[in-house]
């Protein structure tokens, strides 16, 4: 079973910064190059939503549009980690931000359908993201 642990959440004042990170660990012989890999959030009374997804080899990567051009995603392979660099943070981004692993999908799907989403069976348990003043 792969494990996804993400940290780097917390509170921040609105047009501030973090980075998220997901680490991965699982069983022998795992690779985490063959994952692709999505950050997903979910707030209150809302649906969780996909927020960036990246390919396996990290030459593919989606945004929500909500999120273009503030946040971006990043993967170390070497280190079993993929990263989410958030700038300009608004409180519309507050939520629990998750980090999800899969195999086999693309990151369009993956992030932005729910046939994707449903077929995702690692997931973090999550990291609080609050934007407030």
């Known amino acids: 079973q792969l494990q996804l642990v993400e940290s780097g959440g917390g509170l921040v004042q609105p047009g501030g910064s973090l980075r998220l990170s997901c680490a991965a660990s699982?069983?022998?012989?795992?690779?985490?190059?063959?994952?692709?890999v999505g950050w997903f959030r979910q707030a209150p009374g809302k649906e969780r939503e996909g927020v960036s997804c990246?390919?396996?080899?990290?030459?593919?990567?989606n945004y929500a549009d909500s999120v273009k051009g503030r946040f971006t995603i990043s993967r170390d392979n070497a280190k079993n980690t993929v990263y989410l660099q958030m700038n300009s943070l608004k409180p519309e981004d507050t939520a629990v931000y998750y980090c999800?692993?899969?195999?086999?999908?693309?990151?369009?799907?993956?992030?932005?359908?729910?046939?994707?989403?449903?077929?995702?069976?690692?997931w973090g348990q999550g990291t609080q993201v609050t934007v407030s003043s």
């Open positions: 999800a692993a899969d195999r086999g999908s693309t990151v369009q799907a993956m992030c932005f359908t729910a046939s994707g989403r449903n077929r995702i069976r690692s």
């Open positions: 699982g069983f022998s012989g795992f690779t985490w190059d063959y994952y692709a």
């Open positions: 990246i390919s396996s080899s990290g030459g593919w990567i």
